[in-house]
């Protein structure tokens, strides 16, 4: 029942975004836009899903409400692989697009591996440690990317502006849409099926074990899965930031902190608001939609962080 | 139903059981069992080894020596499944303040739930059970940040019990609470072992209150199992001195003689 409530608000929003075009709100004339506009929504709601179920899982397994995929780097890192990747000469290979899902998902756990060896203490993870690495990684991976594109001499600066400003892949392949959309569907199934078990990942170690459940496995297997769905993303697009982070957070307003629930919901918001920040970014002359979630992510991120100091900075 | 003459089988029998963090010695070849309906208190100073003993017990580590739980080698049950017969209630649980109380009792459930946390109607109908019996009904929508300490440990002792477990374990289950939560406390501990048929094995820094309410004490000293057994026979001046190394009075009451350390 939860599950068709989330499909239809996506729905909802996926119709009304598909609406808005460059000229004005209205139904689409002609198949060409019509064609334009859907596949732009479905594309902008399979990232938006992808980055809100990563940030939801990361959030419950790492015990920590700001953690997501954007300000942790395995977003930054995963569109920085990819960079490097197309910009090799044989990316162009008939298996072009399966590599770039490989590259980004590389590029993505790395940076997730990195971040976790320079913040933990003894084993523990401080969020705003875990937050400050993210920042640091976030920025050398930028660095990189100057790099690359200072060596690659390359000239398309509408690539490097989507990389860096968050914007969404035009021109895509269906078969790259539909490998971004089998691994998110699969990363959904996945993480759904263990929702209840991520329920108890909220507890400690003793207590997780004590009720049943292996929860070194299980935070490992959400990891990958989350990144998995995070690097599938940003195969297509440039680091989108904050849905992972605004999502579950309004999730949580609406249905509370069980993940059964608050996995499908936060999914859902996540598709809606991307589609809805892409239907924007139509209307403000194709403006990157990581600009748009910035403007909204940023003040809301804000506002978290005041809120977790004041309560002592714990999860 | 057991006859007079006959002993309930053990739950749960540890033989020799050791332990040592690093090369840090902390528990020394301790045996015992655990019994049906009874309530067994741990008690020892700091450092003794009981909240250690209690990680062994429920399988949360390991160390040398032989645990047998229901005639099969505690080593060998499959996690869920030892869930599903131990619970183990820490001496600080963790809970996120907004949780509510109905949530965190369906968190017991989770040994018992299918794939996407399917939750059947004895799922419901245990938590149900267990709100009743710990008289956690009028609660159940509060937020657990809005519970005081008595009900809050109420809570978690309620999604132990939610696991329908043969033994409960708990780690100093009294920290943070008043003298009447603590009554209260240890009374709701002797009717589920006397009227629910549980083993309960508490570890308590409360001598007095654990030989009031315990039906048996294990009295832990560096890492060694020193006495077991009444209140009358634990609680003896030589024996606490030795243990915590101050020296005790005994005071007598009505049930058995207290035990105070000498101050001056």
């Known amino acids: ?315 | 139903m057991t006859s007079p003459t006959t002993l309930p089988t053990p739950v749960l029998t540890a033989t020799n059981l050791s332990f040592a963090y690093s090369e840090h010695l902390v528990l020394h070849e301790v045996s015992m069992e655990l019994l049906p309906g009874q309530v067994v208190a741990l008690i020892g100073p700091n450092g003794s080894g009981k909240s250690t003993l209690i990680k062994l017990l429920c399988g949360l580590i390991h160390g040398s020596g032989d645990i047998t739980l229901r005639d099969q080698p505690l080593r060998r049950w499959r996690r869920r499944l030892l869930a599903r017969t131990v619970a183990y209630l820490p001496q600080s649980p963790t809970y996120e303040p907004a949780d509510r109380v109905a949530e965190v009792l369906r968190l017991g459930r989770a040994c018992y739930w299918t794939a996407f946390g399917l939750e059947t109607d004895h799922d419901l109908a245990t938590v149900a059970r267990i709100a009743n019996l710990l008289e956690l009904n009028d609660l159940l929508d509060r937020r657990m940040d809005q519970l005081s300490g008595g009900q809050r440990q109420r809570v978690f002792i309620g999604r132990c019990l939610v696991q329908e477990p043969a033994i409960l374990f708990l780690d100093e289950p009294n920290t943070y609470l008043d003298l009447k939560h603590q009554v209260d406390l240890l009374k709701l501990l002797q009717t589920l072992a006397h009227e629910h048929h549980l083993a309960v094995l508490m570890a308590s820094h409360d001598i007095n209150l654990a030989g009031a309410f315990a039906d048996e004490l294990m009295l832990l000293s560096e890492g060694r199992l020193t006495a077991r057994g009444r209140a009358d026979q634990v609680l003896q001046p030589a024996l606490i001195s030795q243990a915590y190394g101050v020296e005790m009075i005994q005071i007598p009451s009505p049930d058995h003689s207290l035990l105070f350390p000498k101050l001056c």
């Not at chain 1, 029942?1 to 709100?25: D, K, Y």
């Not at chain 1, 969020?127 to 660095?143: E, F, S």
């Not at chain 1, 070194?216 to 697009?237: D, G, P």
Request: aromatic letters at 8%; charged letters at 10%.
């Open chain 1, 1 to 315: 029942m939860l599950l068709l409530l989330c499909a239809a608000g996506w729905a909802v929003a996926a119709v009304g975004s598909m609406m808005v075009g460059s000229t004005g709100i209205g139904w689409p004339k002609g198949e060409l836009i019509w064609s334009f506009r859907r596949e732009s929504t479905l594309v902008a709601s399979l990232i938006g899903a992808s980055l809100a179920l990563a940030g939801v899982t990361y959030q419950a397994v790492l015990r920590n409400p700001l953690a997501e995929p954007y300000l942790l780097g395995v977003s930054s890192g995963a569109s920085l692989a990819v960079f490097a990747w197309s910009t090799m000469s044989f990316a162009s290979l008939q298996l072009a697009n399966i590599s770039q899902q490989a590259a980004a998902f590389t590029g993505g756990i790395a940076t997730l591996a990195i971040v976790f060896l320079l913040a933990q203490r003894r084993g523990r993870l401080e969020p705003l440690t875990l937050l400050l690495v993210g920042v640091i990684v976030n920025a050398i991976n930028g660095a990189l990317f100057l790099l690359i594109f200072f060596l690659a001499r390359s000239t398309d600066l509408q690539k490097a502006f989507r990389f860096l400003a968050g914007g969404l892949q035009p021109d895509l392949a269906p078969s790259q849409i539909i490998t971004v959309a089998i691994l998110f569907a699969a990363s959904l199934v996945i993480l759904l099926a263990i929702s209840g078990q991520l329920n108890i990942s909220m507890l400690s170690e003793a207590e997780a074990q004590s009720l049943g459940v292996r929860i070194h496995r299980l935070r490992w297997a959400a990891m990958i899965v989350a990144s998995l769905a995070t690097a599938s993303a940003m195969a297509i697009s440039g680091p989108i930031g904050f849905v992972g982070l605004v999502c579950p957070h309004v999730g949580r307003l609406l249905v509370g902190n069980d993940q059964r629930k608050l996995i499908p919901v936060a999914t859902a918001l996540g598709a809606a608001l991307l589609a809805v920040a892409d239907a924007s970014s139509r209307m403000m002359g194709q403006l990157p939609v990581g600009v748009l979630t910035g403007f909204l992510g940023g003040p809301f991120f804000l506002f978290l962080l005041w809120q977790n100091r004041k309560t002592g900075g714990g999860a």
